[in-house]
């Protein structure tokens, strides 16, 4: 896994979520569209990791932090 890096590929996301390939690519698009309208650069197909960690895990870049019982 390339944890050291800034942006996730589609592959990551679909490893970290266990979700297809089609799904990943449109949370990568879903939260590119939001960090462009905050007035970010983004990269098509590409999701900047620290923006994903927060959306999915609440902020924290562990996994598990957030119940998964109030989800």
């Known amino acids: 896994m390339e944890k ?3 942006f996730m590929k589609v592959d990551e996301v679909m490893r970290e979520l266990g979700v297809s390939k089609p799904l990943a690519y449109k949370l990568i698009k879903n939260l590119n569209d939001e960090l ?4 970010y650069i983004t990269v ?5 990791r ?6 999915v895990y609440g ?3 562990q996994k598990g932090v957030k ?5």
């Open 50 to 55: 620290k923006y994903f960690e927060e959306k």
């Open 36 to 39: 462009s309208q905050k007035g």
């Open 59 to 61: 902020g924290s870049s």
């Open 44 to 48: 098509s197909g590409r999701v900047s």
């Open 4 to 6: 050291n890096t800034t």
């Open 67 to 71: 119940d998964h019982a109030s989800i």
